[in-house]
């Protein structure tokens, strides 16, 4: 299964990376080349073995649901790009630049 | 050599300020031992950057687990080591601050990604530091550098502050210069923590009661697949005379098969990049870190995570991305799963027939030469010997055995979940040799 040009655009869009068309060429061959390597799996049969295996032998201890709040040595402000009245500030979505406040 | 990004200058300033903020003024088991912090595990007082321009200068607010258990020990925490982007490498190349490089020949890689925190132990900037493991990244860089390295079973230590590249196979992993270093550190930092709820409430043994147990009661395993022809015939050996001697000590070698292990860079390079590409999701410009403004959200979004990620981030992220995309999860992903199950029943399968620990070469080659692996696929092969006991979970450490052309090469010591005692009794026994 090789990947064209499209696919890695497509895939960069999923990812939110802006892949410029000058640098697809070289991904996509780095993608294939990798690609190829894991055809390999496909001639394994594992007919019958569990996808959901965890890497952890024992089992997971269970903890209380509570949405604990986790106690910060600094306030937010001091290292988000861009805070005001409590709230993380992005730009606004491109859908919405034409509503009003 | 670039391992620690705070210069020699400033190291000094550092360790008095630690010093003065340990949360504890009595005596522990590792009472003013400054230690190095490799740059993706939380600490209040200095920058967790990931070797990434996308959270450079960024200081957490919170500490690791591993970080506030060894201020509790009386540790000082000396500085942050360099590392490939976000661990993702072996040769610690891939930092957005330069490579580090190794102390033994400064023409070639420490190994990766732990590489700054393998090469500060070996030039003695440090006696004990840490790292994380995803596939190898604490054992090849302490093979390429000639120092101790242990990746302790999944669960054994707690990832709380150690920030997420691949969930199911990440580890905090410890580096000394000699066995009864790493195994007083790793005690220290291992054991049950709330604030992570994949460590496990396994006891915590000491280590150290290891060194006393006579290598005569142990059955060693030698994996075949872990010989192949390709193998690099010094290298080889070098682990025939280990084997040899391990045997004149009376401990009882045996060849065994572990018939997936030769899937296992397939099945990493699947899953661990899949997990990637959700883990660095949240790297996106809103709550921390570096943020590029463009025209609208997903502009931010995209602006940001282009100019903040690294070629091989980049590289990984797509790859992730797309064998978890709809059409393809099946073929990719899934299958990975299921032959990383495999993988891991040949260990169970060995394990139980008697064998105590198995033992291998950590490494295919001793390290290479600074900009010598420039195929993503080549670089990728490095972890051939060490990515199965992260698929599989065990635990297992490297311990200098020699040298091949003046090169350190690395002994690996493979043991059952949670079997780090006999783990270091095997250890120990490797380094008397």
């Avoid at chain 2, 550092?14 to 993706?40: C, F, M, Q, T």
């Avoid at chain 2, 070996?122 to 000639?146: L, M």
């Amino acid at each position: 299964m090789a990947v064209t040009f499209d696919d890695v655009r497509h895939i960069a869009a999923l990812a939110r990376l802006d892949v410029s068309e000058e640098r697809l060429p070289t991904l996509v061959g780095e993608l294939n080349a990798i690609l190829a390597h894991m055809e390999e799996l496909q001639r394994v049969d594992v007919s019958g073995v569990p996808a959901d295996l965890a890497a952890g032998m024992t089992p997971m201890p269970l903890r209380a649901d509570d949405g604990r709040q986790y106690p910060l040595a600094r306030p937010r402000e001091t290292f988000a790009p861009a805070m005001g009245d409590g709230f993380f500030l992005v730009p606004r979505l491109a859908t919405h630049e034409d509503v009003d406040e | 050599m670039n391992a620690n990004f705070e210069r020699a200058a400033g190291l000094n300033i550092i360790l008095a300020e630690d010093r003065d903020a340990r949360p504890s003024v009595d005596e522990g088991p590792l009472y003013d031992v400054p230690v190095a912090i490799k740059d993706n595990i939380a600490t209040l007082r200095m920058p967790t950057s990931c070797g990434s321009r996308i959270l450079e200068g960024y200081v957490s607010p919170y500490e690791a687990t591993v970080v506030s258990r060894l201020r509790a020990a009386g540790a000082v925490i000396a500085c942050k080591t360099n590392m490939d982007e976000f661990a993702m490498g072996s040769s610690t190349e891939h930092s957005a601050f330069g490579p580090a490089l190794n102390p033994v020949d400064r023409t070639r890689v420490p190994g990766g990604s732990s590489g700054g925190s393998a090469a500060a132990v070996a030039a003695g900037v440090v006696p004990i530091a840490f790292g994380s493991e995803t596939g190898g990244s604490v054992r090849q860089p302490a093979a390429f550098c000639g120092v101790v390295g242990v990746k302790p079973t999944y669960g054994r230590v707690s990832r709380f502050g150690l920030v997420a590249f691949a969930s199911s196979l990440d580890q905090v992993g410890v580096f000394g210069k000699t066995v009864d270093d790493a195994a007083l550190a790793l005690r220290i930092i291992a054991g049950r923590d709330p604030m992570d709820a994949t460590s496990a409430d396994v006891p915590v043994p000491d280590y150290r009661a290891a060194a006393t147990r006579p290598v005569s009661t142990l059955t060693i395993g030698r994996p075949i697949e872990y010989f192949p022809d390709a193998l690099d015939p010094a290298i080889r050996e070098r682990c025939d005379e280990v084997l040899d001697r391990l045997r004149e000590q009376g401990a009882t070698i045996r060849d065994v098969s572990l018939p997936h292990s030769g899937l296992a860079i397939p099945v990493y390079y699947i899953i661990a990049p899949a997990e990637a590409s959700s883990n660095l999701a949240r790297f996106d410009g809103v709550r921390y870190g570096l943020r590029i403004t463009g025209e609208g959200l997903t502009a931010m979004y995209e602006a940001t995570r282009s100019k903040g990620f690294g070629t091989e981030v980049t590289r990984r992220i797509l790859l992730g991305t797309y064998v978890l995309s709809a059409g393809y999860y099946d073929a990719y992903y899934r299958k990975a799963q299921q032959v990383r199950a495999l993988i891991t029943e040949d260990f169970r399968r060995v394990f139980a027939s008697g064998v105590d620990v198995l033992f291998t070469p950590t490494t295919p080659t001793p390290a290479f030469k600074l900009g010598a692996v420039s195929d993503p696929y080549e670089m990728y092969l490095n972890d051939i010997f060490t990515c199965t006991a992260n698929l599989a979970g065990n635990a297992a450490i490297s311990v200098p055995i020699g040298t091949v052309n003046g090169l350190p090469i690395g002994g690996q010591i493979i043991a059952p979940h949670f079997g780090e005692q006999t783990m270091f009794a095997a250890a120990y026994a490797l380094e008397r040799l």
